[in-house]
């Protein structure tokens, strides 16, 4: 299933956000999206996942018009995970979770025994099946993120939008999920801030500066002593890490 953003601008109040920008995710690939703080990542997915509506462009998924077609539509192929997690009202775990079927159904459809599965199921894989009665609310940051990971699993996604998932998780639970994700063999585009997490999750990054894509390419390619400078504004080398043989960086700016 193939993501396609084409020529995407969004301006929010008098600012252009996101200028012209154009990206695809391939079959299978997991692609990252890095920049800094403000440079219009959580823009450009909000306008791919519809919360934002585009000035101009496309968005197309295995050749759905994202841009035209209804919400649950597009919830029966995509997932997504955003970055701030606070509702008004609360529910139970369980219930965050089983909304995740809710594309899947038609109005007035009560929730069924696979369903139910499917929820206790998806709590397991992100360790909260012993919160499944908990009330949302109550739970901290990551345990939240966790739930509305499960919440996305149990939506079985065919494509997945993902706004920095690792966002206050420690390390155990940033590794867990984006092995989650990464096993689900689906789609993936995901905004993430950590560049080392970046480098081994991920088949391909995009790096946006200002709302534009400054460079494109595998991690090796656009994780270097020159992006990281233009972009982040902040010195670093990148080496082969002995022990792991994956990309690393040391920052150098004090
Ligand atoms: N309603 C709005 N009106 C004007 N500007 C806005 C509005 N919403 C967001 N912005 C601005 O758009 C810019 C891009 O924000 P966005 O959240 O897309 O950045 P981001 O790359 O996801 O940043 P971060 O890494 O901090 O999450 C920011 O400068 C933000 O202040």
């Known amino acids: 299933m193939n993501l396609d953003v084409k020529r ?4 929010l109040g008098r600012a252009d956000i996101v200028s012209d920008l154009s990206l695809k995710v391939h079959g299978k690939q997991f692609v990252g999206l890095i920049g800094p703080n403000g440079c219009g990542k959580s823009t450009l997915l909000k306008s791919i996942y519809k919360v934002i509506k585009p000035d101009r462009g496309e968005v197309t998924l ?16 995509m997932g997504v995970v955003g970055q701030f997690n606070d509702l008004s009202f609360d529910f139970a775990v369980r219930e965050m979770v089983l909304m995740g079927r809710t594309p899947h159904k038609r109005m007035l459809d009560a929730d069924n025994a696979a369903d139910l599965a499917l929820v206790e199921q998806a709590l397991r894989q992100v360790g909260m099946e012993r919160y499944a009665d908990r009330s949302y609310l109550s739970l901290s940051g990551g345990e939240k ?22 966002n206050h998780l420690d390390i155990k639970y940033q590794l ?4 989650i994700v990464k ?27 200002q709302g534009r894509i400054a460079a494109e390419g595998t991690p090796r390619e656009v994780i ?26 040391a920052y150098l700016t004090s």
């Open 224 to 249: 270097t002593r020159r992006v990281i400078a233009d972009v982040f504004e902040v010195e670093c080398e990148t080496y082969m890490n002995p022990v792991t043989g994956e990309l690393g960086i």
């Open 145 to 166: 993120q966790r739930v509305i990971l499960a919440r996305a699993l149990a939506q079985e996604p065919k494509f997945l939008v993902l706004d920095e998932p690792t």
């Open 62 to 77: 295995a050749n759905t018009d994202l841009i035209k077609s209804p919400p649950k539509k597009i919830a029966q192929m």
């Open 176 to 179: 867990q999920i984006l092995n």
């Open 8 to 11: 995407l601008s969004v301006s």
């Open 183 to 209: 096993r689900l063999d689906i789609g993936v585009l995901a905004a993430l801030h950590d560049l080392s997490l970046a480098a081994k999750y991920c088949d391909y990054l995009y790096v946006v500066k």
